[in-house]
């Protein structure tokens, strides 16, 4: 698999799957913008597997822990929580009919 542009530049200290396996997220030390999200296993087509596919829009410095879970409120949205440096912990929901964070 070649590195995609959108790939860190820094070490990734942790990585998620979707409990559905069509995305897996990595988390990262970049000074800024450090989740990143990426196709996983969608049917059967192999030539997306691995595509950048979205980054959380916020600032989110030095992460350092990260995982999906099965969301609470609507089973069409993923739910991921990020643990950061600062000690910090966030909690996002992407929406995919909408295909926000």
Known sequence: MKKEKDAHS???WGITWSHDNTLFA?????????IKVWKGVV???KSEFGKFY????EENP?????????????SDNYSLIVGLETGD?????????????
């Open 89 to 101: 912990i966030r909690v996002w929901m992407f929406s995919k009919a909408q295909e926000t964070w």
């Open 62 to 74: 030095s992460a350092t822990a990260i995982r999906f879970f099965p969301s609470l409120v609507r």
């Open 43 to 45: 049917n059967t087509d």
């Open 54 to 57: 979205s980054e959380l829009p």
């Open 10 to 12: 820094r070490i990734i």
């Open 26 to 34: 990595t988390a990262s030390r970049e000074k800024s913008k450090s």
